[in-house]
């Protein structure tokens, strides 16, 4: 391996290091251990097991389909100091919330009813 190539590398590394600190590679989030995470961690417990909200709103809202922007989403998760806990980095590191927000962007939405007939009688 020549010494440039050692360099690339890596340079390749740490931008990708970069990009992870600064929330921008949830794309490589795994959204099997994100499911996982998702129990782990509890946000099952107020969210539903698919991040589909609580009957009793005050209790958690709705995450998926859809979630939020990544940016807002952690930023959300590490400094609520509402109705929901926060998570700090210690407790909740950045690839488990990484990996969760890959779950999340993975459930894929409801059939919208007009596809459904016995809904347009
Ligand atoms: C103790 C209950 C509870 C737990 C556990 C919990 N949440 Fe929440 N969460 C809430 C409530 C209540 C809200 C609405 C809070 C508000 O609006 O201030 C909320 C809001 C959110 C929001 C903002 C949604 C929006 O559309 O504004 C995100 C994102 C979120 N939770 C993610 C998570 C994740 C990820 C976890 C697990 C690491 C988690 N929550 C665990 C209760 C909980």
């Known amino acids: 391996m020549t010494r440039s190539f050692v360099r690339f590398v890596l340079a390749a590394v740490?931008?990708?290091t970069v990009a992870l600190a600064s929330g921008s590679a949830f794309a490589a989030g795994d959204a099997?251990?994100?499911?996982?995470?998702?129990?782990k961690y509890g946000c099952w417990q107020c969210h539903g097991y698919?991040?589909?909200g609580s009957a009793v709103?005050?209790?958690g809202k709705v995450l998926a389909p859809d979630p939020l922007p990544w940016d807002t989403f952690s930023a959300f998760v590490?400094?609520?100091?509402?109705?929901?806990p926060p998570f700090s980095e210690k407790v909740l590191p950045n690839e488990d919330l990484v990996d969760?927000?890959?779950?999340?962007?993975?459930i894929p939405k409801g059939k919208d009813y007009k596809s459904i007939p016995l809904l347009n009688q």
């Open 14 to 16: 740490a931008a990708g």
């Open 32 to 39: 099997v251990k994100g499911k996982a995470n998702f129990q």
């Open 50 to 52: 698919e991040g589909q």
């Open 57 to 59: 709103t005050s209790l």
């Open 78 to 84: 590490r400094t609520t100091n509402r109705a929901m």
């Open 100 to 106: 969760i927000y890959a779950y999340l962007s993975s």
